[in-house]
Antibody, heavy 123, light 106 residues
C-alpha cells in the first residue's frame, strides 16, 4: 500500500537551516510529481512546492521562493524540502502529498498524504 | 493567484442531516477542484477530484458538483465520523490554493 512518511522536523532558530524528508513506498515513486503542503498551528492548508516526477521542474509558493528548495532522489524513493533562512512564520506541520495521476506535467489533484512533521522556528 | 472562498466557515449539524458546503473561485477553473477532509491532529484525506469524482475508497454519501467558479460538497447523511474540517483546493494553475476551510460541528 502507498505510504508517505515525513521526518526531519523539530525546533530551528530563525536564519538557520533544516531539511525535511518524505520516504515513499508502495508505488513507483519516480512516476509521480510530489508536493509539500504546510499548516500553521490552528490555521488552514497552504501549498508550498511541487517537483515533477523526474525532478526537472519545480514550482514554489511566493512565501518560500528563494529560501526553500524542493528536491527528490528517485533511487532512494525520497522527497526533500531544504528550508534555508526559516522565519517564525514558517512554523507549521509540513505534509508531503502525491499527485493523483502518473507522469503529469500540468497541475494535478492529490491522492495520498503523509502524516506530517512539525517544524517550529523559534529563537 | 486564484483565491478560493468557502462558506460557511463553520456549521452545526446533527447526525442524519444533509450538509452542503460551497466553494467559490476568484476566476474560472473549469473542473480542477478537489475536496479534502481533515480531523483534529490528523493529515488531510482526499475526498473528491475533478469537482465530482470520488477518490478510491470514499463512500458515496460524499458528492461534489460545479464547474467554472462555483462548487459544492454535499454529505448526504451526516454520521459521527464526518464531523471534521473540509477544504476545497484549485489545481487549475500554480500556485495551488486552498479555501479557508469549513468546520462541521455537532
Amino acid at each position: 500500500q502507498v505510504q508517505l512518511v515525513e521526518s526531519g522536523g523539530g525546533v530551528v532558530q530563525p536564519g538557520r537551516s533544516l531539511r525535511l524528508s518524505c520516504a515513499a513506498s508502495g508505488f513507483s515513486f519516480s512516476s509521480y510529481a510530489m508536493h509539500w503542503v504546510r499548516q500553521a498551528p490552528g490555521k488552514g492548508l497552504e501549498w508550498v512546492a511541487v517537483i515533477s516526477y523526474d525532478g526537472s521542474n519545480k514550482k514554489y509558493a511566493d512565501s518560500v521562493k528563494g529560501r526553500f528548495t524542493i528536491s527528490r532522489d528517485n533511487s532512494k524513493n525520497t522527497l526533500y524540502l531544504q528550508m534555508n533562512s526559516p522565519r517564525v512564520e514558517d512554523t507549521a506541520v509540513y505534509y508531503c502529498a502525491r499527485d493523483l495521476w502518473e507522469l503529469q506535467s500540468s497541475p494535478d489533484a492529490f491522492d495520498f498524504w503523509g502524516q506530517g512533521t512539525m517544524v517550529t522556528v523559534s529563537s | 493567484d486564484i483565491q478560493m472562498t468557502q462558506s460557511p466557515s463553520s456549521l452545526s449539524a446533527s447526525v442524519g442531516d444533509r450538509v452542503t458546503i460551497t466553494c467559490r473561485a476568484s476566476q474560472g477553473i473549469s473542473n480542477y477542484l478537489a475536496w479534502f477532509q481533515q480531523k483534529p491532529g490528523k493529515a488531510p484525506k482526499s475526498l473528491i477530484y475533478a469537482a465530482s469524482s470520488l477518490q478510491s475508497g470514499v463512500p458515496s454519501k460524499f458528492s461534489g458538483s460545479g464547474s467554472g467558479t462555483d462548487f459544492t460538497l454535499t454529505i448526504s447523511s451526516l454520521q459521527p465520523e464526518d464531523f471534521a474540517t473540509y477544504y476545497c483546493q484549485q489545481y487549475n494553475t500554480y500556485p495551488l490554493t486552498f479555501g479557508g476551510g469549513t468546520k462541521v460541528e455537532i
